[in-house]
């Protein structure tokens, strides 16, 4: 790989599935990841198995960043949880707005990801590098393609130090979306969320629910294959490794990958990119 890579997990949520998951992170590792992220559900509803998981992280000698989502929450109880990340030795986080668990009203003091940054930046100063999260294929819930660039550059313009970008299979797209960030004022490196393709209906789910463009020549293939996982997988990993390659050409700043919590896909990715 020619530009750093960085790596999202998500909480386990039995024991078996943390003894799985503790034996991916061994064998990405030897990737030399630059950080590992765990993310942090709707509410904050997996809040201690991802403050667990950041711990093992730290303890295994690896860079930890910890997600962390704002929707309703006060400002009290992310104080309090600011202060716990600081004593547990975490110096990153991917601060979000985060999406309303079901059922759950409308609350809480922060209505914007840019206002959980400047609460971070005025509370803790610079003891987070904080991480934002980047859509080029538009938010799900934006009232149009320039509000979604308004509400990044006001991210940025709060204290961010870096973005994520949402998954995309479209590298036009992201490099629009960061060329258009740039006439903003945004200068802060985006850095291209991958999400490995393994799964056809898993994808197709996740694609709906976020917003995630699947171009029409991947729907299709993929639903040619119907149930071959081995064609599903053998040509997922073509497709993303021509991504990867078509950005780290370009000069990407580094490149995240989104592994489910699976070590082979990401590391087979990146092999192939290593011996092309």
Known sequence: MNVPISLEFFPPKTPEGADK???????????????CSVTFGAGGSTQEGTFGTVVEILKEGVVAACHFSCVGATK?????????????????????????????????????????VAFIRAETGDAFHIEVAAYPEIHPQAKSADADLQAFAAKVKAGANSAITQY??????????????????????????????????????????????????????????GDDIASIKSFGLDVITDLCDQLQTAGVPGIHFYTMNQAGPTSEIIRRLQSA
């Open 168 to 225: 995309f299979f479209n590298s036009d797209a992201y490099f629009r979306f960061v060329d258009d960030a740039f006439q903003l004022g945004v200068d802060v490196p985006v850095v291209p969320g991958i999400m490995p393709i393994t799964s056809s209906t898993q994808l197709m789910r996740f694609s709906d629910a976020c917003g995630a463009e699947i171009p029409r020549w991947i729907r299709l293939r993929l639903q040619g294959y």
């Open 76 to 116: 009290a109880t992310v104080r309090g949880q600011l202060a716990t990340l600081q004593a547990m030795g975490v110096k990153r986080l991917v601060a979000l707005r985060g999406d309303l668990p079901s059922g759950y009203g409308a609350g809480g003091e922060f209505h914007y990801a840019s206002d959980l």
């Open 21 to 35: 998951l503790r034996i991916t992170r061994q064998a990405l590792y030897a990737l030399k990841p630059e950080f």
